[in-house]
């Protein structure tokens, strides 16, 4: 369980992160969604202690970060993939982490067959491609088998194959009972992915709820019906309350009312239903919809102003 309270963070006039609280629950995977700049990896590193707070207060499993004497046993993090020696292999790298913290060499080998880099252990870092240095970053971060794992953007620079490796493991890791928080920008990856969401704008939280229930209410989603007589069921549907819209091809669009109540309204009635189903906005729409008030930078007219020599 990952709980912040009131987390504050200013660098000089820009407040980073502005009375954040949220908690992240063991046992389920949770994205932490918000605009570029929004405060997401400033808060990560309070997390794991790498910044301190100015106000507020952040503890994994009820305990500061920094307060861990053997913190990869308690916390598994991948921040920055890339941020490794180049000149060390990738057994090397490893090896070193586990000894500072107490880990067997056997975990070592462990690790690395679990993401997929065993042929590639001896290899320098320096050569790695993006995706190579991801895998090795996740096994960084398993390696004290920790209960609460932080990735930053996990699947940037995965193909296809490594992307659907990462999303089992993610859930598999949840499914043990850890705590998994991760940030992506790729809502499409996200809305598969994880079970809860957290959501920031400009350093304050905006939501915490589950995806299913960020999804459920959206304020353009609306089910779309047709049946053997549109008009009939179009008038007793608006009877109800409901609101509803000709689609070009004679189907209903129809919000205020729930698919069930559709289905029973027909049944009474005797038609028969031809279509019936949920149009729901997708988690990028939704994600837009409630963070439009809080992008700090909107795209502006691409148009020059006219120089004072111009005119
Ligand atoms: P995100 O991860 O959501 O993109 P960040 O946490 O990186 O957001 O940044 C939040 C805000 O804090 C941004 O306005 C950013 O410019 C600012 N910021 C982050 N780190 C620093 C720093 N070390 N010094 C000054 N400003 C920073």
Known sequence: MIEAVGLVKRYGNVTAVDGLSFTVPPGSVTGFLGPNGSGKSTTMRMILGLD?????????????????????????????????????????????????????????????????????????????????????GIAAALLGDPPVLIFDEPVNGLDPEGVAWIRGMLKSLAAQGRTVFLSSHLMSEMAVTADRLVVIGRGRLITQTSVADFLAAGRDNNIRVRCTENDSLAAMLVERGATVRREPDGALRVTDVTADEIGEVARVRGLGLLELSLQQMSLEQRYMELTRDTTDYHATDPAPAPTPAAR
């Open 52 to 136: 301190a707070p100015d106000a507020g207060t952040v503890t994994v499993n009820a305990r500061p970060y920094a307060a861990y004497r053997r913190p990869l046993h308690e916390v598994g993090a991948l921040l920055d993939a890339k941020a490794v020696a180049p000149g060390r292999s990738a057994y090397h790298h490893l090896r070193w982490l586990a000894l500072s913290n107490g880990i067997p060499r056997s975990r070592v080998d462990e690790v690395l067959r679990q993401v997929g880099l065993a042929s590639a252990a001896r290899q320098q870092v320096g050569g790695f491609s993006l995706g190579m240095a991801q895998r090795l």
